[in-house]
């Protein structure tokens, strides 16, 4: 429940099967073919935009005191969850940040119980990774590629404003230096694409692709509700196209990738602008993705995880992940999760 007394319910928690312990519910999510797991619940960044705390996830990040090895036989008991290189995504840190101080040490304890499965693992943050931190996360991957690091940033000249507890830009791209000198893919994170801040700083984040040899770039799009509203606006980062987009937003009917009930309407259109910048980015020399979970397909060598290709073709760029042909080539062991029913499609009513 949020602090407006909403509660919203996570939607495909109920399509995908995965059976969850209600106590764990603030820690482990689904969607399809895809286990968030977060090693704490909240965030003390205090990121404008930021929707956790609309599920009721505090401002200071709660660690999830459970050992990981029994979310690691929890998930080999699970009949949906897929083990191995082609299986289930693990998205870690949906709730918190994977890096910041206080969680630091458990997420790598995750990563730890987690790799040995040799699932593709997902991990963002927009704090610093020291050496030290880097080098453990590195020893852990099992397999090259496994595990990508999403350095998240929105705005290079007001992530004061934006995300105020954070780390720098420049550090946290310091930090992608360090994980990509212990084998670990790094992807640019540009998530949320905010109308009239990200896409005027699109030079200064072609140049950090370019200086910090980061090989993939995601782009997001931004959530909003009355709350966040009421944060950007406080803090003055509503521009007049944003303002525009706000107001369209409760018009016109939710797309069909937002993964959760309570957040589609409030999902803002801003893919025109993602595409826009992804030209520049592609320019830098990043292999560019609009679905973050695309960016695990081309470091792992495997299909996108989420079958953005087959459900979500407007996300699709296509890039050199490749995964129509792919797909076409698969072994039916592979193909199995991909059923031609949309498991995005929203139920009648819905
Ligand atoms: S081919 Fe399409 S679905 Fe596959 S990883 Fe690339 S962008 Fe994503």
């Known amino acids: 429940m949020n602090s407006n007394g909403e509660s919203y319910v996570p939607f495909e928690q109920k399509m995908t099967g995965v059976t969850i312990p209600q106590e764990w519910s603030q820690y482990v999510s689904s969607s399809f073919n895809r286990i968030f797991i977060s090693p704490a619940s909240g965030c003390s960044a205090n990121c404008a935009y930021c929707f956790i705390f609309e599920y009721g996830h505090p401002h200071r990040p709660q660690v999830f005191e459970i050992p990981p090895s029994r979310i690691a036989a929890w998930l080999q008991s699970e009949p949906l969850f897929r083990a191995g290189k082609s299986g ?23 990563v730890r119980a987690l790799a040995p499965l040799k699932n593709p693992i997902q991990l963002s943050t927009k704090y610093y990774v020291d050496e030290t931190t880097a080098k453990k996360l590195g020893d852990l991957q099992d397999v090259a590629g496994q595990i990508v690091l999403y350095v998240t940033i929105t705005s290079f000249k007001l992530w004061r404003q934006l995300e105020p507890a954070t780390d720098a830009p420049s550090l946290r791209l310091k930090g992608s230096l360090n994980v990509r000198h212990y084998g670990i893919n790094t992807c640019l994170s540009i998530k949320p694409v905010l109308p009239g801040i990200t896409e005027l700083e699109a030079e200064s984040f072609a140049k950090a692709i370019g200086d910090y040899r980061i090989p993939f770039c995601a782009l997001g799009v931004m959530y909003s509700s009355k709350n ?5 606006r406080a803090r003055r980062m509503i521009s007049s196209d944003l303002e525009c987009r706000l107001r369209a937003a409760g018009r016109i009917p939710p797309p069909p990738h937002s993964y959760e009930q309570g957040l589609r309407a409030w999902d803002i259109p801003t893919l025109d602008i993602a595409q826009k910048l992804l030209l520049t980015m592609k320019a830098a020399g990043a292999e560019c993705v609009v679905s973050g979970p695309c960016a695990i397909a081309l470091s792992y060598d495997v299909l996108c995880p989420t079958g953005v290709w087959r459900y979500l073709p407007h996300l699709c760029v296509p890039c050199q992940a490749n995964c129509r042909s792919r797909f076409a080539e698969s072994s039916s062991v592979v193909r199995a999760p991909f059923l031609s029913e949309n498991p995005y499609a929203q139920p009648v009513g819905g």
């Open 88 to 110: 289930t995504l693990l998205s870690l840190a949906p709730f918190c940040d994977a890096f910041a101080p206080e969680v630091t040490d458990t997420t790598l304890e995750f």
């Open 228 to 232: 966040i509203e009421v944060r950007m």
